[in-house]
């Protein structure tokens, strides 16, 4: 079967900046689709996942810095933020959120497509590695991905409820980094946190009592106070 070309969704609000640069995308032979909100890319990623979002800043109602952040937390798909040469703090904003790029109106088309073929090509070598390593091992344990276990050095599996799960899952997808109590709780539960839901810390307290991780000595998972969690055990 043949390979379809690259997936790419422009979301941008002015219709002669979205018509030019998908028009010059598709005739250098990718695949593109066209959005001028966030609802409208939601709609155009349910039918089909995207390699990369190409994604204006200055979008009327959800702006794309907080879409940048809702895609980052649901997958790893190449981001580029699109700027304003003034934007000097979104932009930064937007890599801590998770932009893999940005790039300045007015742009170089030219110089537009080697980011983007770059950035596809890393997207898809991590989909490789990632698809490889579907089994994550740390200490004594075993997290399978695909079979959504975990099994101890004894061979025994350990039950762990569906947040407990997506919560180890995100935080040794992202080991040595802290995970905010804001995304681990969208992560489990899909909805905003606010500083009296206790949720994720009673989640993390029982998947470290499952783990025999002591929270006063941990191994595993480190609390980053007044930030989130980290996972600090070295994977294999």
């Given at each position: 079967?043949?390979?379809?070309p ?9 219709p002669?900046?979205?018509t030019?640069l998908?028009?010059y995308f ?12 966030g609802?409208a ?17 200055n979008?009327?109602?959800?702006d794309g810095l907080?879409l ?7 997958s ?5 933020l699109v ?7 979104d ?16 742009f ?19 989909r ?9 091992r740390?200490l004594d ?37 802290v995970m905010?109590r ?14 009296s839901d206790?949720?994720?810390?009673v989640?993390?307290?029982r ?15 480190v ?14």
């Amino acid at each position: 079967m043949r390979q379809l070309p690259p997936h790419i969704v422009i979301v941008e609000d002015d219709p002669t900046t979205r018509t030019k640069l998908a028009a010059y995308f598709k005739v250098e032979g990718y695949r593109v689709s066209t959005a001028e909100s966030g609802a409208a890319m939601r709609i155009v990623l349910a039918d089909q996942p995207a390699d990369l979002l190409m994604i204006d800043i200055n979008l009327p109602g959800e702006d794309g810095l907080r879409l940048t952040r809702e895609q980052r937390e649901r997958s790893e798909v190449g981001i580029i933020l699109v700027t304003g040469r003034t934007d000097v703090v979104d932009r930064i904003v937007g890599l801590e959120m998770g932009a893999d790029d940005y790039v300045t109106k007015p742009f170089d088309q030219r110089e537009l497509l080697a980011r983007v073929r770059n950035l596809i090509r890393r997207v898809q070598m991590s989909r490789v590695d990632f698809a490889s390593h579907r089994a994550r091992r740390f200490l004594d344990w075993t997290l399978d991905l695909t079979h959504r276990t975990l099994k101890g050095k004894d061979g025994r599996f350990v039950d762990l409820t569906r947040a407990e799960f997506a919560a180890l899952a995100l935080l040794s997808g992202h080991p040595g980094q802290v995970m905010s109590r804001e995304r681990i709780l969208r992560e489990i539960a899909h909805r905003d946190w606010d500083p009296s839901d206790r949720t994720v810390d009673v989640v993390i307290r029982r998947l470290r009592q499952k783990l025999g991780d002591d929270s006063r000595h941990p191994r595993i998972i480190v609390t980053s106070h007044g930030e989130g969690y980290l996972f600090v055990a070295t994977l294999r």
